[in-house]
Nanobody
């Protein structure tokens, strides 16, 4: 049974940084494509960044160079480093995994098979 558990959320001032972590367990992590999404109240779940099983990275339009996704296959974790956070970045952040059957970038929630419970990030002005 695949399980994803996020951690690292919290309260941060605008302009600050935060690193989220996702612990993966249950099956071979090395084969999984991973992604981060976020969802603010009243809005749809939004793609933040993704990393393929072979470590090719890609990000959503707003992330640019402020957000960095990485994976550690030895520790079965994927992280999201967020710099220069903005107030509009306040949301629940979710880790997601896809079992490697899909190629290319995975930008939509429906392409992922498994989800974590989410971690709250609140950015204050």
């Amino acid at each position: 049974q695949v399980q994803l558990v996020e951690s690292g959320g919290g309260l941060v001032e605008a302009g600050g940084s935060l690193t989220l972590s996702c612990a993966f367990s249950g099956v071979d992590f090395n084969n999984y494509n991973m992604g981060w999404f976020r969802q603010a109240p009243g809005l749809e779940r939004e793609f933040v960044a993704g990393i393929q099983w072979h470590s090719q990275r890609y990000s959503g339009n707003f992330a640019n160079d402020r957000f960095t996704i990485d994976r550690d296959n030895a520790k079965n974790t994927v992280t999201l480093r967020m710099n220069n956070l903005k107030v509009e970045g306040t949301a629940v952040y979710y880790c997601a995994g896809e079992g490697g059957a899909r190629g290319g970038g995975l930008y939509t929630a429906r392409e992922y098979d498994y989800w974590g419970q989410g971690t709250q990030v609140t950015v204050s002005s």
